[in-house]
């Protein structure tokens, strides 16, 4: 398998086919995990942390099952109730990581570049689990695993990405990855939810939903962000639905095959209709979740090989 990085902090430092190295091992891990079938030598003796500075209900559950499934010692710290709540520094923590000598750490922070200075300071592998609107590389690599099986491949596609993209650390990453694979990449929304320059992303720019929906393979909408605005980025909700919130009547500027995809946690009635998201003829929004699981497996495992090999056989780093 070719996947050369220490840590996996973002799509971008990404290779081609190292996304592809990931979505291969993925991939049979979700046809295993239908069939029940148990790999507790994986990360057998290894130990996770996982650090949630943010709440989180999919991401940190997938990446405890991820890592229960694959035999590793899993460990939630409550960040709530942490001693960086109490003024102690991300670098003293990092510190304090070290002492408990984990193998792998799972984290979510709400600033941007948190998690690339904990992996600057800490002898382990790090996963980010979302960094502010930065990157959220395994919900890309979920979504795009999710892509692969419903449309056969990941190349080629027309992708339209709708909604809040100005605060979504989900569509950064997923415009990378989709990009390095050569998919045709369309952004739906208001001017005042689409960030500056975005242009330079080798992307197209629409506000109108039937002109940026026309004949696209997948449509993904994105949640409205509210906790990471800090003014008046639409009239109102009800306004917003009308405009961007993705019914059948907007669906139909898709392709007939077109599938529905969102991150969650979903506001029905704001950005999606209900009656779409849970069609299952359209909607693969559950087949994302049960990707989640299956793409974070497949990190920490070629992660773990790594460490392993920077280690030695003495469990000493290099």
Same mark, same amino acid.
């Given at each position: %398998?070719?996947?050369?990085?220490?840590?996996?902090?973002?799509?971008?430092?990404?290779?081609?086919?190292?996304?592809?190295?990931?979505?291969?091992?993925?991939?049979?891990?979700?046809?295993?995990?239908?069939?029940?079938? #148990?790999?507790?030598?994986? &990360?057998?003796?290894?130990? #996770?942390?996982?650090?949630?500075?943010?709440?989180?209900?999919?991401?940190?559950? *997938?990446?405890? =099952?991820?890592?229960?499934?694959?035999?590793?010692?899993?460990?939630?710290?409550?960040? #709530?109730?942490?001693?960086?709540?109490?003024?102690?520094? $991300?670098?003293?923590?990092? $510190?304090?990581?070290?002492?408990?000598?984990?193998?792998?750490?799972?984290?979510?922070?709400?600033?941007?570049?948190?998690?690339?200075? $904990?992996?600057?300071?800490?002898?382990?592998?790090?996963?980010?689990?979302?960094?502010?609107?930065?990157?959220?590389?395994?919900?890309? &690599?979920?979504?795009? &695993?999710?892509?692969?099986?419903?449309?056969? !491949? $990941?190349?080629? =596609?027309?992708?339209?990405?709708?909604?809040?993209?100005?605060?979504?650390?989900?569509?950064? *990453?997923?415009?990378? =990855?989709?990009?390095? %694979?050569?998919?045709?990449?369309?952004?739906?929304?208001?001017?005042?939810?689409?960030?500056?320059?975005?242009?330079?992303?080798?992307?197209?720019?629409?506000?109108?939903?039937?002109?940026?929906?026309?004949?696209?393979?997948?449509?993904?909408?994105?949640?409205?962000?509210?906790? !990471?605005?800090?003014?008046?980025?639409?009239?109102?909700?009800?306004?917003?639905?009308?405009?961007?919130?993705?019914?059948?009547?907007?669906?139909?500027?898709?392709?007939?095959?077109?599938?529905? %995809?969102?991150?969650?946690?979903?506001?029905?009635?704001?950005?999606?209709?209900?009656?779409?998201?849970?069609?299952?003829?359209?909607?693969?929004?559950?087949?994302?979740?049960?990707?989640?699981?299956?793409?974070?497996? @497949? @990190?920490?495992?070629? &992660?773990? #090989?790594?460490?392993?090999? @920077?280690?030695?056989?003495?469990?000493?780093?290099?």
């Amino acid at each position: %398998m070719t996947f050369r990085q220490k840590h996996l902090l973002g799509i971008e430092p990404l290779h081609p086919t190292e996304i592809t190295t990931l979505l291969d091992l993925a991939d049979s891990y979700a046809d295993q995990n239908r069939r029940g079938i #148990q790999h507790k030598d994986v &990360l057998a003796g290894l130990t #996770q942390i996982n650090m949630f500075f943010e709440n989180s209900t999919r991401t940190q559950a *997938s990446f405890e =099952l991820a890592g229960k499934r694959l035999g590793a010692d899993v460990m939630n710290m409550g960040m #709530q109730a942490s001693s960086i709540k109490k003024g102690e520094t $991300l670098i003293d923590t990092a $510190l304090t990581l070290n002492a408990m000598h984990p193998d792998l750490l799972v984290v979510r922070h709400p600033h941007s570049g948190a998690v690339d200075l $904990l992996a600057q300071k800490v002898n382990c592998a790090v996963l980010n689990a979302g960094d502010g609107r930065h990157e959220h590389p395994t919900q890309a &690599l979920l979504d795009a &695993l999710t892509i692969r099986r419903a449309k056969g !491949r $990941l190349h080629r =596609l027309s992708i339209a990405i709708c909604g809040d993209i100005a605060h979504s650390r989900v569509a950064r *990453s997923n415009i990378m =990855l989709l990009g390095k %694979m050569e998919n045709r990449i369309r952004l739906i929304g208001p001017p005042t939810l689409m960030p500056s320059g975005i242009g330079a992303f080798g992307v197209e720019v629409f506000e109108d939903m039937a002109e940026g929906l026309k004949d696209v393979d997948v449509v993904m909408m994105l949640r409205l962000q509210k906790e !990471r605005m800090d003014g008046g980025f639409i009239p109102s909700e009800r306004e917003y639905f009308h405009r961007y919130g993705l019914d059948a009547a907007k669906l139909r500027h898709a392709k007939p095959d077109a599938i529905v %995809m969102h991150p969650g946690p979903m506001n029905r009635g704001v950005e999606i209709d209900g009656n779409i998201a849970d069609d299952i003829n359209r909607s693969v929004i559950q087949e994302q979740v049960e990707m989640g699981v299956a793409v974070r497996m @497949a @990190a920490m495992e070629v &992660l773990a #090989q790594n460490l392993r090999s @920077a280690r030695g056989p003495q469990g000493v780093m290099a």
